[in-house]
């Protein structure tokens, strides 16, 4: 069984810079799209970023410009670069494929920007 294990996360000052890591327990990550995913408090988890098997990225334009996902088939992890962060970015963020499956999810890694 798959498990996605996020880490990296932590609280920062707007303006500044996290990376998010995302270790499979498997091979998935270099067969499948990927994607990092967050949700806030009150909202709806939502996909910020996905990146397919072949390395092409996409982005939700909230995020567009500031976010990089990236992958490392070698070590089977999946990383979000995220710079320039805003307070509106706080979120617990997630990992998974790209569209998600109900049985990956994990317990996901706090971010938190102060204004």
């Known amino acids: 069984q798959v498990q996605l294990v996020e880490s990296g996360g932590g609280l920062v000052q707007a303006g500044g810079s996290l990376r998010l890591s995302c270790a499979a327990s498997?091979?998935?990550?270099?067969?499948?799209?990927m994607g990092w995913y967050r949700q806030a408090p009150g909202n709806q988890r939502e996909l910020v970023a996905a990146i397919t098997s072949g390395g092409s990225a996409n982005y939700a334009d909230s995020v567009k410009g500031r976010f990089t996902i990236s992958r490392d088939n070698a070590k089977n992890t999946v990383y979000l670069q995220m710079n320039s962060l805003k307070p509106e970015d706080t979120a617990v963020y997630y990992c998974n494929r790209a569209p998600s499956f109900r049985g990956y999810w994990g317990q996901g890694t706090q971010v938190t920007v102060s204004s």
């Open positions: 498997g091979s998935i990550i270099s067969i499948v799209a």
